[in-house]
């Protein structure tokens, strides 16, 4: 029987080349030089061929995964740079309820500027810090009274507003009659209004040094607010479908209505 032909070994062996030659076309060039491929173009060393092209697909392969590894670590960064950044924006940024009532809007303003008129010798702050106190009326109606709050420790009492929001520099403290299990904490209250009170900045850190000095006694450290009560007159609105239907001015020292207007 004729001898197999041993002329195929070293096509396998120009394969292999050929096949490492797909990576790159210096790994080609390096392969058909060399002479541990075919020393002697009769014979060849697969094993140690199929080893060259195991080791560069290895070194692919872990190329591969350690840019895997860079990819995925910058994306968690990515992500918790931005989270943070959103947090922080949470926590800086300090929201309030806007008023979308054009009316009672304007009946506010006019409420301070009617107070402001009987009393030109106070300091205008006072007439610009007031409440508004929310109840539900008959069939349905929204009843609101318009009132000064006053500057000092009345003011940081119990029950405390849900929320002070801002018509321009006049601040507004919203209270519902009906419901007293919500409250805004003190702390809040100062950051709201220390804008436009700067001394209720230096009064808190008093208030708060009271509270640690004497724990029990609540008044004692409330009145680190300094006081200044109005008792002059107050307004109560009455709307019925975001209209005006009935307003009357009553004497905050009698609490006897002076005036009352019905609108159409």
Same mark, same amino acid.
């Given at each position: 029987?004729?001898?197999?032909?041993?002329?195929?070994?070293? $096509?396998?062996?120009?394969?292999?080349?050929?096949?490492?030659?797909?990576?790159?076309?210096?790994?080609?060039?390096?392969?058909?030089?060399?002479?541990?491929?075919?020393?002697?173009?009769?014979?060849?060393?697969?094993? !140690?061929?199929?080893?060259?092209? &195991?080791?560069?697909?290895?070194?692919?392969?872990?190329?591969?995964?350690?840019?895997?590894?860079?990819?995925?670590?910058?994306?968690?960064?990515?992500?918790?740079?931005?989270?943070?950044?959103?947090?922080?924006?949470?926590?800086?940024?300090?929201?309030?309820?806007?008023?979308?009532n054009p009316v009672l809007k304007e009946c506010i303003i006019d409420y301070v500027g009617s107070c402001m008129q009987g009393?030109?010798?106070?300091?205008?702050?006072?007439?610009?810090?007031?409440? $508004? !106190?929310?109840?539900?009326?008959?069939?349905?109606? *929204?009843?609101?009274?318009?009132?000064?709050?006053?500057?000092?420790f009345l003011f940081f009492m119990e029950p405390r507003p849900l929320f002070i929001t801002n018509i321009e520099d006049i601040?507004?403290?919203?209270?519902?009659?009906?419901?007293?299990?919500? *409250?805004?904490?003190?702390?809040?209250?100062?950051?709201?209004?220390?804008?436009? &009170?700067?001394?209720?900045?230096?009064?808190? !850190?008093?208030?708060?040094?009271?509270?640690? *000095?004497?724990?029990?006694?609540?008044?004692?450290?409330?009145?680190?607010?300094?006081?200044?009560?109005?008792?002059?007159?107050?307004?109560?609105?009455?709307?019925?479908?975001?209209?005006?239907? *009935?307003?009357? $001015?009553?004497?905050?020292?009698?609490?006897?209505? $002076?005036?009352?207007?019905?609108?159409?």
């Open positions: 029987m004729p001898d197999s032909p041993k002329t195929a070994l070293p $096509i396998a062996g120009t394969e292999c080349a050929r096949c490492i030659g797909r990576f790159g076309g210096r790994f080609a060039n390096r392969s058909a030089a060399r002479p541990s491929f075919v020393p002697d173009g009769t014979k060849s060393s697969p094993d !140690k061929c199929c080893n060259y092209r &195991y080791y560069s697909l290895n070194l692919v392969k872990q190329a591969t995964c350690r840019m895997k590894k860079l990819l995925f670590i910058l994306l968690i960064g990515l992500f918790l740079f931005m989270g943070c950044g959103r947090k922080a924006d949470k926590i800086n940024v300090q929201s309030s309820p806007e008023l979308v009393a030109n010798d106070c300091d205008n702050k006072i007439f610009k810090l007031m409440t $508004i !106190k929310y109840t539900e009326g008959e069939t349905g109606s *929204q009843v609101y009274t318009l009132d000064l709050a006053g500057l000092g601040y507004i403290a919203f209270y519902n009659q009906n419901n007293t299990d919500f *409250q805004m904490p003190i702390e809040d209250m100062v950051k709201k209004l220390e804008p436009g &009170y700067p001394s209720f900045g230096p009064e808190y !850190k008093e208030y708060l040094n009271r509270r640690v *000095q004497y724990p029990d006694d609540k008044f004692y450290a409330l009145c680190a607010f300094d006081a200044d009560i109005w008792d002059g007159d107050y307004w109560i609105l009455k709307f019925s479908n975001n209209k005006l239907i *009935q307003k009357t $001015i009553v004497s905050g020292t009698t609490g006897k209505p $002076i005036n009352s207007i019905t609108y159409n």
